[in-house]
Nanobody, 121 residues
Framework: QVQLVESGGGLVQAGGSLRLSCAASGRAVSSYAMGWFRQAPGKEREFVAAIRWRGGSTAYADSVKGRFTISRDNAKNTVDLQMNSLKPEDTAVYYC??????????????WGQGTQVTVSS
């Protein structure tokens, strides 16, 4: 089992920045890739970014490339999502997940409870 706890959400004006953090614990957590997904009201959950614990390979959704950066701290077992130049359309509940390096939610078997990010215009 893997336990994931997100933190760092909040309200920010358009153009601002937020940093989300995901604390991971449990068996063999370092064998998984870690991902961030988001879900806005009335929309499907969508991929944001992912990273491997080992090697640090990353992947990003086109909509966030150049604005968001995913990183990991192997010693602390945390995965962060630095979000810059935020737009109102980035408003969503953001979820941390553990699975394989993929953009598909079904490839992630463990999920956090989510943290709300609201970007005002």
């Amino acid at each position: 089992q893997v336990q994931l706890v997100e933190s760092g959400g909040g309200l920010v004006q358009a153009g601002g920045s937020l940093r989300l953090s995901c604390a991971a614990s449990g068996r063999a957590v370092s064998s998984y890739a870690m991902g961030w997904f988001r879900q806005a009201p009335g929309k499907e959950r969508e991929f944001v970014a992912a990273i491997r614990w080992r090697g640090g390979s990353t992947a990003y959704a086109d909509s966030v490339k150049g604005r968001f950066t995913i990183s990991r701290d192997n010693a602390k077992n945390t995965v962060d999502l630095q979000m810059n130049s935020l737009k109102p359309e980035d408003t969503a509940v953001y979820y941390c997940a553990a699975g394989i390096l993929s953009s598909q939610p079904n490839d992630f078997g463990f999920w956090g409870q989510g943290t709300q990010v609201t970007v005002s215009s």
